[in-house]
Every structure is written in structure tokens, then in C-alpha cells.
């Protein structure tokens, strides 16, 4: 980390701490500390990404969905299914704002939700499975029905509805 927290040193000398390149570059140390397995620093790198491409675009920008992506993901591995559910339909809401319903991203927000709501066991399982073909739907107009994902988006609708 020794690397990064250089440049974001430079970075932040530079650019001063809201400018794009600050956000992508806590997004990107948020990423190692990811993979790295510590949440807790990642959800720190991510939420501070966060803050400064809402400040510098408002809440309908790409960078701010993928934020809200990053940050649902890591409430998703920390168990924490309510708040990551939140950020993962706040994902969802600007995605489809900025790109419409027919786009790959706009589909990863639909399973995204689908799967915290499966993993939480309540609610409508209708509704998970709307999210699932939702998924599905745009994946197949999308990328075609040979790609990896629409596999799995199907095997995980196919499961949904056999549990209705």
C-alpha cells in the first residue's frame, strides 16, 4: 500500500481532495484492500470515492453507480443485507438513468438486487424473480445467450422459480 498512499499523497497535493483522480484513486485503493479481505478499509476508500463524485457530478453519473455498487458489495460480504441492499438499488435507480433499461451494467444492478434479496430470505420471491428477468432479458439483448453470465443469470432464475 506503501505505492498508493504515495500517490495519493501526490494526488492529493496536486489536485487538492475533491478531483476526479482523488475518487478513482480511493476507488482503486479500496479495490487492493478488497482483495486484500479487510472490508472495513475498503468500504472506507469506497465511501470517500463516493463523497467526492457525488459532489462533483450529483447523484446521475456512472462513477457514482459504481460506488454504490462497490460499497453494497462489501455490506453484502460483511452480512450486513439491509444496508447493502439499500446501495445496491440506489446502483440500480442511477443506472437506469443513465443508461436505460438495455445495458449490460443496468442488468448487473438488477441481479445484484436479486441476490442480497435472496440471501435475506423475506419478502416477495416474485419480485426477486422480476429482478432475476430483468437480468436475464437485457443480458440475452445484450451480450447473447452463449456468455457466462447469461448462464448463470438463467441457472439462478431457473432455482428462483422453482422455489415459487
Given amino acids: 500500500m506503501t505505492k498508493f498512499s504515495t500517490r495519493s499523497t501526490l494526488s492529493l497535493n ?8 482523488v475518487a478513482l484513486l480511493y476507488n482503486t485503493i479500496g479495490n487492493v484492500y478488497r482483495k486484500k479481505g479487510d472490508v472495513d478499509k475498503a468500504l472506507e476508500y469506497y465511501s470517500n470515492s463516493l463523497t467526492i463524485y457525488l459532489n462533483m457530478y450529483g447523484e446521475n453519473h456512472p462513477k457514482v453507480a459504481m460506488s454504490f455498487k462497490d460499497i453494497g458489495n462489501e455490506y453484502e460480504i460483511k452480512g450486513k443485507l439491509d444496508q447493502a441492499l439499500e446501495y445496491h438499488r440506489k446502483s440500480l435507480k442511477v443506472r437506469l438513468k443513465v443508461y436505460g433499461e438495455n445495458h449490460a451494467d443496468v442488468a448487473d444492478a438488477y441481479e445484484n438486487v436479486a441476490l442480497v434479496l435472496t440471501q435475506m ?4 420471491p416474485e419480485s ?8 436475464l432479458r437485457i443480458r440475452h439483448t445484450c451480450i447473447g445467450k452463449d456468455d457466462p453470465d447469461v448462464t448463470r443469470a438463467e441457472k439462478i432464475t431457473e432455482e428462483l422459480t422453482e422455489w415459487l
Fill in 14 to 21: 496536486v489536485h487538492g481532495e475533491s478531483h476526479p483522480n
Fill in 121 to 124: 430470505g423475506r419478502g416477495n
Fill in 128 to 135: 426477486t424473480l422480476a429482478y432475476m428477468e430483468n437480468t
